[in-house]
């Protein structure tokens, strides 16, 4: 774990709220991720995170046995997601596993990174396309950066399985790109061909 969050969570356990705000802003994105792909409602998914962080905050004098805050923190949006699924769908005994619907909302590109609205658009586009279980497991790893024995652990499956689930979301998305990019590049050479063809009518 970096050293800055180290520093971040012994200061929660001194009472500084000043520290426990910085976490909040370091988290709350990547929860807010993972917890909306499984509740599918912003409100629920940002009240979701808001009572992780009240309880971390309510307990802070036991922070010192948590290994790995990440891992605790994406832990308790399951549990609490989980929660209000089985409660809303009237499913008392409702897995992680048997959940057939995750929504990803569009990916923002990093400002160091210099990919054109177009492409981020595309990429976006063929995540959505991803089966649920792939879309959840390729969040978990890309998104919320769990390792692949963290994953396994959280999902009770093996890493065996979530290395294949990675790779055939990452075949899957690569899959479909190069599909988009033939159709685009077809669609320009259709323009240019026609273009050419006007401009030796008209010569």
Known sequence: MDKSIDILLAGISMNEEAALTKL????????YIFA?????RKEVAEEIVSDIFFRLWNERQNIG?????????ITAVRNNSLTYLRSKNNKPHLTLDEIDTFELEPLQCPETILIDKETMGLINRSIAQLPAKNK????LAKINGLKYKEIAL?????TRTVENHIAAAIERIDTILSRENQRELDQLKKVISTTILLFLHFF
């Open 24 to 31: 909040i802003e370091h988290f709350s994105t990547e929860l």
């Open 36 to 40: 909306f792909g499984l509740v599918k």
């Open 65 to 73: 046995r948590i290994h790995n805050i990440r891992s605790y923190l």
């Open 136 to 139: 959840m497991i390729f969040t």
């Open 154 to 158: 959280l999902m009770n499956i093996s």
